[in-house]
């Protein structure tokens, strides 16, 4: 009964270092998102994937990229971290677009670049 | 610029009383309005939706309420109990064919015993 599990839930990186995201669903969701919150903006899309092997940009792209090779699986990859990006990640995936299929939710990853 | 508005950072209420925490939005092709609850340290989870199409969704102590004309939804949690202290964020789904959500920035609900 995981549902959304995201890998690491913590992690301290230095500005320019590299790392990536890893976000594991067992619902059988085609749509899976990854979004990060900051306090006063809420949560905004970074990325999206409406299914195995696709991706797309969402309000927030800039210096993120994804990967969607497996359908439970979906990785968000920082090449060079800035401060900026300190944030909580979270990951959402859902059933599909159709009649309003709720967006699950992993617990987030608290990201600090220092 | 932020299509999702919710304008009260913060809202306390006594526990028994009445909850109100409001969503202004800008856009109007936006189909579907939600609720999400989110506690510290875990993600946020679904707790109530309503189409573009209706102006009332009732689900046991939670009532969204939507003002097209005003582009305004709200959410009435009566009555309310202390384990309804958490993030509140209202989110709009766009009606293209991705099914993504925006999100308000959240409203911290407190509510006191």
């Known amino acids: 009964n995981a549902g959304v599990t995201q890998t690491p839930k913590f992690r301290v990186l230095k500005t320019g270092q590299s790392m990536t995201l890893l976000c594991a669903q067992d619902m059988n969701h085609e749509y899976m998102y990854w979004y990060r919150q900051d306090p006063g903006m809420g949560l905004r899309l970074i990325h999206y994937?409406?299914?195995?092997?696709?991706?797309a940009k969402g309000e927030v792209p800039d210096g993120y990229n994804v990967s969607r090779l497996k359908k439970q699986n979906f990785l968000l990859g920082l090449e060079s971290a800035a401060p900026s990006q300190t944030s909580v990640y979270f990951c959402?995936?859902?059933?599909?677009?159709?009649?309003?299929?709720?967006?699950?939710f992993g617990n987030g990853t608290r990201l600090t670049v220092t | 610029d932020q299509q999702v508005k919710q304008n009260s950072p913060s809202l306390s209420v006594q526990e028994g009383r009445i909850s109100i925490l409001n969503c202004d939005y800008t856009n109007s092709m936006f189909d579907y309005f939600l609720w999400y609850k989110k506690y510290p340290a875990e993600g946020p989870t679904f707790l109530i939706s309503i189409s573009s199409i209706k102006d009332k969704n009732e689900d046991g102590r939670f009532t969204v309420f939507l003002n097209k004309s005003a582009k305004h939804l709200s959410l009435h949690i009566v009555p309310s109990q202390p384990g309804d202290s958490a993030v509140y964020f209202c989110?709009?789904?766009?009606?293209?064919?991705?099914?993504?959500?925006?999100f308000g920035q959240g409203t911290t609900l407190q509510v006191k015993p």
């Open positions: 994937s409406v299914g195995e092997g696709t991706t």
């Open positions: 989110a709009a789904r766009d009606t293209s064919n991705t099914g993504k959500l925006i």
């Open positions: 959402a995936s859902s059933y599909s677009k159709g009649l309003i299929s709720p967006l699950h």
